[in-house]
Nanobody, 126 residues
Framework: QVQLVESGGGSVQAGESLRLSCAAS????????MGWFRQAPGKGREGVAAIESDGTPTYADSVKGRFTISQDIAKNTLFLQMNSLKPEDTAMYYC????????????????????WGQGTQVTVSS
C-alpha cells in the first residue's frame, strides 16, 4: 500500500516563495519517478515538475527557472521549492508517483495513472 501526504501549501503574495513536501510510505522502492502536478478550478491536471529515480528532473515551461524539484531518498520525501510565485500558480498541488515522468513532454496527467496524494492548496494573490 502506497501513501503520499503533501504539506506546505498556503496563501502568499505574488513574488513570495513556498516549499511543498510530500512524504511517501509503502512500496516506495518500486517508484520509477515522482512528480508534482496542479489543478486549478475548471481546468485539467497539469504537470509541474517530475524527477526520475536517477535524479533527472523535468519542468513545465511555465515554472522553469522558478520552481525546483528535489528528493530526500533516505527520508522518502519529495520537495518542490516554488519561488517568484504568480497568481496563475494558484491551484491544488498534488504529489504523485509513477504518473508522468516527463512533464515537459507530457503536460497533462490522469489521476487514474500512478499513485496520488490528497493535495495541498496554494493560493497566490496579486
Amino acid at each position: 500500500q502506497v501513501q503520499l501526504v503533501e504539506s506546505g501549501g498556503g496563501s502568499v503574495q505574488a513574488g513570495e516563495s513556498l516549499r511543498l513536501s510530500c512524504a511517501a510510505s509503502g512500496n516506495t522502492y518500486s517508484f520509477i519517478c515522482m512528480g508534482w502536478f496542479r489543478q486549478a478550478p475548471g481546468k485539467g491536471r497539469e504537470g509541474v515538475a517530475a524527477i526520475e529515480s536517477d535524479g533527472t528532473p523535468t519542468y513545465a515551461d511555465s515554472v522553469k527557472g522558478r520552481f525546483t524539484i528535489s528528493q530526500d531518498i533516505a527520508k522518502n520525501t519529495l520537495f518542490l521549492q516554488m519561488n517568484s510565485l504568480k497568481p496563475e500558480d494558484t491551484a491544488m498541488y498534488y504529489c504523485a508517483a509513477d504518473a508522468v515522468c516527463d512533464v515537459a513532454a507530457v503536460p497533462t496527467a490522469s489521476p487514474a495513472e500512478g499513485y496520488w496524494g490528497q493535495g495541498t492548496q496554494v493560493t497566490v494573490s496579486s
